[in-house]
């Protein structure tokens, strides 16, 4: 059955890793919700602040303060849980994928031992006979061979460990589970197959994922909703299926879909775009692409344009009446 409401709800968000006299705000007023088994991309260069967002749901921000905004995950803000609370929601209400985890297994453990000490901290009454049930559903459901349980992170290939560490994800059941590039150290082939499982399990458990990645090719086929971050701030929100065949979009958005060859027309030229994206301490004003984008006039470097619903989209840009015209020109 799906719930009603967001599971995760982010609102108005501001993080700020800097002091008073240099702010560095890695995340602008970010607002973002995801439903009940909803799957969410959010999909940005690297530095956008896509990992940021993901640590502050998790409250496991270093150095980083939430200066205005806030974070509710099935209806709790995040941001009053007691200790207590706090580390019965990570992992038992969100939990994580981290970049380059399949590298931090521990390499005395077998991968029946990790799933255990998972479950464990979090139920130490558990019985074994039930842990080893548990384990058994988890490997089947990353199709991995149950003989695995009692093999060590050295014996399994970088895709058989990535699925270990999904499964450890899923293991308390979840009701979100954030992805922070979670098969970029995979060859493509292995990247694909572990997509399609994440994809399989989702439907079947029916918890939310926010998937974070910098390939908007890697989301298209598999989320329902694409979220796209530049410098901090979420410039465009678009149901998955309108980036493909939508023709009004931000234009960073539209310059990442230029970049990728699988996703655009036989008869359209593949471009990158232009110039770096840049630092959170000299954020130019205004919208912060302006001097990326070929479409930047005066009112741009004024103030920051806000996400706007235009044609089923939010879009953040002050151009956004004139886009589909200045599209058509070109
Ligand atoms: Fe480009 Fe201006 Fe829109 Fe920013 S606000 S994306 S600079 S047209």
Redesign the pocket.
């Known amino acids: 059955m799906i719930e009603s409401g967001h599971v995760l709800n982010v609102s108005h968000l501001t993080v700020d890793y800097g002091n008073e006299n240099t702010p560095a705000l890695a995340l602008r007023d970010v607002s973002l919700s995801v439903d009940p088994g909803e799957f969410v991309g959010l999909v940005g260069e690297s530095g956008s602040g896509k990992s940021t967002l993901a640590y502050a749901i998790l409250r496991l921000l270093h150095g980083g303060r939430v200066v205005e905004g806030s974070i509710e995950v099935s209806g709790q803000n995040v941001y009053e849980l007691d200790s207590n609370h706090l580390r019965k929601f990570r992992w038992e209400t969100v939990s994580m994928v981290f970049q380059g985890a399949m590298n931090s297994l521990n390499p005395v453990l077998t991968v029946e031992q990790h799933i255990f000490e998972t479950i464990r901290a979090h139920d130490e009454s558990v019985t074994l006979t039930a842990l080893r049930s548990r384990t058994d559903e988890l490997l089947d459901m990353v199709e991995i061979d149950k003989r695995r349980a009692q093999h060590y992170p050295h014996q399994l290939s970088g895709g058989m460990k990535q699925r270990v560490v999904i499964a450890l994800a899923i293991a308390l059941n979840p009701k979100l589970v954030i992805m922070d590039e979670p098969t970029t150290a995979l060859d493509v082939v292995v990247q694909r197959a572990i997509l399609d499982r994440i994809g399989e399990i989702q439907k079947r458990q029916r918890f939310a994922v926010l998937f974070i990645t910098h390939d908007l090719s890697l989301v298209e086929q598999i989320a329902q909703t694409v979220s796209i971050m530049y410098a901090g701030k979420i410039v465009e929100t678009t149901p998955v299926e309108q980036l493909l065949t939508g023709t009004l979009h931000?234009?960073?958005t539209r310059g990442l879909l230029n970049a990728i060859p699988e996703l655009l027309e036989d008869n359209v030229a593949i471009s990158s775009i232009p110039g770096h994206p840049p630092e959170i301490t000299r954020l130019p004003s205004g919208?912060a692409?302006?001097p990326r984008?070929l479409?930047?006039?005066d009112e741009?470097r004024m103030s920051p344009?806000i996400l706007k619903l235009y044609a089923g989209s939010w879009i953040a840009?002050?151009?956004l009446p004139e886009l589909e015209e200045l599209y058509s020109d070109q």
Request: some cysteine.
């Open positions: 931000h234009p960073y919208c692409f302006h984008c479409y930047a006039k741009c344009p840009c002050e151009r």
